[in-house]
């Protein structure tokens, strides 16, 4: 066990108690070229809780710096407030070691956890509404399901005023400052935008009713801290739920977002032309060539933006793999409120647009235009064609957001 690490002090009785990755550039294909942390909590009271856990191969850490403020083996509780891996890897060895009282989690938890684990320890459920008293501290439960899995859950520690989040209102950035306000604001709304983006977009209706729910408590929050990333405190935790209410939303950017891969530089050309149609609207442009962007890059910018153009090659009779790679990922994130279109350079066949077309309607993207195709190199006609098309997206974004 390494002695020399150790726990950091939020509070006069709780602990940061988690770990650092500084070396994971992969989280389930979202690059998290920042790294990240699995934050778990020790509350010093007369039952002494833990809540959450961490990935599997960071348990010693977590246990290390357990040490530096208690025996590990004096934890009466522990709260496993949602059951992915990168916070319950390391409850079953976690368990055996310190050997609580109990360990306690969502109706949902318990049966994620038995599934995951077959654990040879007792899971009690707990349900929103439910205390836990802890001898001079309270903790109180809510239930959060599909934020971002059916076993979520927030736990409210009542005399402290913390929420422990869980995923929400986390983002992934490996860093030794542990609170929020220790840090560039632009890097922070970055990495919340990409870890909203590439995790809770697929539940903003959920997360709109949450914020909602947590109004109707009048919970009063000192701090919100999460299972990734830094702790949020002061005005900072009202900034977030103003984000959180506004990407919920999902409402009319004037921004387009145009994303392709070439072969041989014909489709890069047509990119360019209509990007620069675009511009002479006024509405912002970002263009993301696939061949140097990741699909979580491409997601976050997809965020605040009202348009998604997307370009292809035609490659085998059908779209280029970086464009499917891309498109089936975007899909399962569901981004609404969105005009698009499609394009394209081909040889003999020319199948791209077709489908390119077909994956935008199942994301419920508003086809401005059929898509335009050019045969093997774009003559000045067709590149005018692809400016035209540019012209014609940041104009109907431009009528659209002065209708709202």
């Not at 850490?61 to 530096?68: G, N």
């Not at 239930?143 to 979520?152: A, F, I, K, V, Y």
């Not at 929400?168 to 709304?189: N, P, Q, T, W, Y």
């Not at 994303?259 to 047509?270: C, F, L, P, R, V």
Request: proline share 4%; hydrophobic share 40%; charged share 25%.
């Amino acid at each position: 066990m390494s002695a020399h690490l150790k726990a950091i002090k939020i509070t006069d009785s709780i602990y940061w108690v988690g770990a650092i990755d500084w070396a994971i550039r992969d989280f389930h294909g979202y690059a998290t070229q920042e790294g990240s942390t699995y934050n778990a909590y020790l509350i010093i009271a007369d039952k002494i809780t833990l809540i959450d856990t961490v990935k599997a191969a960071f348990k010693d850490e977590m246990i290390a710096r357990i040490a530096s403020v208690i025996d590990p083996e004096k934890i009466d509780y522990i709260v496993s407030n949602h059951s992915e891996f990168d916070h319950s890897g390391a409850l079953p060895a976690t368990v055996a070691q310190v050997k609580p009282e109990k360990v306690f989690a969502s109706k949902m938890g318990v049966k994620a956890l038995t599934a995951h684990f077959r654990p040879d320890f007792e899971i009690t459920a707990v349900a929103t509404g439910d205390e836990l008293d802890l001898g001079g501290k309270t903790l109180s439960f809510i239930e959060t399901r599909m934020l971002h899995w059916p076993d979520s859950m927030f736990t409210y520690l009542k005399e402290d005023e913390i929420l422990f989040s869980q995923d929400a209102f986390g983002m992934h950035l490996a860093a030794s400052k542990l609170f929020v306000d220790e840090h560039d604001m632009r890097i922070i709304k970055w990495e919340s935008e990409k870890y909203f983006a590439n995790i809770l977009l697929p539940y903003t209706g959920k997360i709109l009713a949450l914020l909602k729910s947590l109004g109707e408590m009048n919970l009063p929050i000192k701090m919100i801290a999460t299972d990734h990333g830094p702790i949020w405190r002061g005005d900072d935790i009202n900034t977030v739920l103003k984000w959180y209410s506004e990407w919920s939303t999902q409402p009319l950017y004037p921004k387009a977002v145009i994303i392709y891969d070439t072969m041989w530089g014909s489709t890069a050309k047509m990119a360019t032309s209509i990007a620069d149609g675009i511009l002479s609207t006024g509405i912002e442009v970002k263009t993301l060539p696939l061949s140097g962007s990741d699909r979580s890059e491409v997601a976050t910018e997809m965020l605040d933006s009202g348009a998604l153009i997307v370009g292809s090659p035609t490659l085998n009779n059908q779209i280029f793999p970086s464009l499917a790679d891309t498109l089936t990922y975007l899909k399962g994130l569901r981004p609404a409120n969105l005009i698009g279109a499609s394009f394209g350079s081909h040889g003999w066949s020319g199948e791209a647009i077709k489908y390119l077309n077909q994956y935008l309607t199942d994301m419920n993207v508003e086809l401005i235009s059929d898509g335009i195709r050019v045969q093997y190199v774009p003559d000045e006609a067709t590149l005018r064609e692809c400016y035209e098309l540019g012209e014609a997206v940041g104009n109907e974004l431009k009528k659209r957001l002065n209708h709202k």
